[in-house]
């Protein structure tokens, strides 16, 4: 049974993973915050837990090579686009800083595989947090060799994780206030946990078999977040306005990046190293995405934690 280090195994991704597959590896989870620990020990007894920050990468380094793991999938950031604007050398120290040190972990401890998460916030930057992103995508696509691979998985907005807003909504929408939106046209590219897992499978089953480092993600449909809030509430939506680097429309796969697509079994592969002319002919944002259906907005509120 393979060994699978999460780095904030504790937050949405991980603990998704964990239980979509969690008779298939045997894992371990590094995160800073004593209480989600103990919650994620609870749900899954046999999971290895251990306390440590990505920024200390003598502590990295030391966990990786008692651990030997197989696969990494580095999942811990900081995620929350105004918080990143706000804290800039924080977002940096985390999302840069401690991305460095999981690849220098991993190569240290010769990790046959490093799963970075990364955001269509990193596609065509225009947040701290997107650069933050890009720049991760960018180190790991450099530290990619033969003994320890890196790719990364790029996600959109992934329904009903920790702090985003289906559950913020929802808790606002039982106290029975308006919901706030900073935007009516505020559109985004959503797919559910589930969905989230079986990318981060796949990119682990394509990065056995690619010797050429890559960045994977899929097509997902697009949701209009004020309709998103019509379903969850009865009253009328407060418009307040965009946050700094918050943009309408967010982009999973650039113009410039078509060159390098590759598609199979409905995953995108972008792979810097390889201008074949690209499978894609028209970049993939919440611009041009198919619309998702009210029934589908429907299913991605109902789902379970």
């Known amino acids: 049974m393979k060994k699978i280090l999460i780095t904030g195994g504790t937050g949405t991704v ?13 894992f371990y989870s590094i995160n800073r915050n004593e209480a989600n620990i103990s919650e994620l020990k609870r749900s899954f007894p046999k999971v290895n837990c251990y306390i440590g920050n990505i920024c200390d ?3 990295m380094i030391n966990l990786f090579c008692t651990i030997k793991p197989d696969i990494v999938i580095h999942s811990a950031a900081l995620k929350h686009i105004n918080l990143a604007e706000e804290n800039p050398s924080s977002a940096i120290e985390i999302n840069v800083i401690g991305s460095l040190n ?15 998460i990364s955001t ?44 985003s807003v289906i559950p913020f909504w929802k808790k606002e929408a039982a106290k ?18 589930e969905d989230a897992s079986k990318l981060i499978k796949y990119a682990i089953d394509a990065g056995y078999f690619y010797d050429l480092p890559f960045v994977i993600c ?7 977040l004020l309709e998103l809030a019509k379903l969850l509430s009865d009253k009328d939506v407060e418009i307040i306005g965009k946050r700094p680097g918050e943009k309408l429309n967010e982009t999973l796969v650039s113009k410039k990046e078509l060159p390098y697509t590759m598609q199979e079994n409905g995953y995108i592969l972008i792979v810097p190293d390889k201008d074949d002319g690209g499978i894609l002919t028209e970049e993939h944002s919440s611009s041009n995405a198919e619309w998702m259906t009210q029934s589908e907005m429907l299913t991605l509120i109902q789902e379970n934690k």
């Open 218 to 224: 899929q097509k997902m449909k697009n949701v209009n």
């Open 120 to 163: 269509d916030k990193a596609c065509n930057p225009d947040s701290v947090y997107g650069y933050t992103k890009n720049l991760m995508e960018k180190l790991f696509m450099q530290y990619n060799n033969k003994t320890t691979r890196f790719i990364c998985t790029r996600f959109a907005n992934v329904a009903n994780s920790s702090g």
């Open 57 to 59: 990468l003598d502590h």
């Open 14 to 26: 991980g603990t998704s993973f964990i239980k979509q597959y969690y008779n298939e590896f045997e």
């Open 176 to 193: 029975g206030n308006a919901l706030k939106l900073t935007d009516p046209g505020m559109n985004r590219l959503m797919f559910s946990k």
């Open 102 to 116: 999981i690849a220098k972990a991993s190569i240290r401890a010769a990790v046959p595989l490093t799963i970075g």
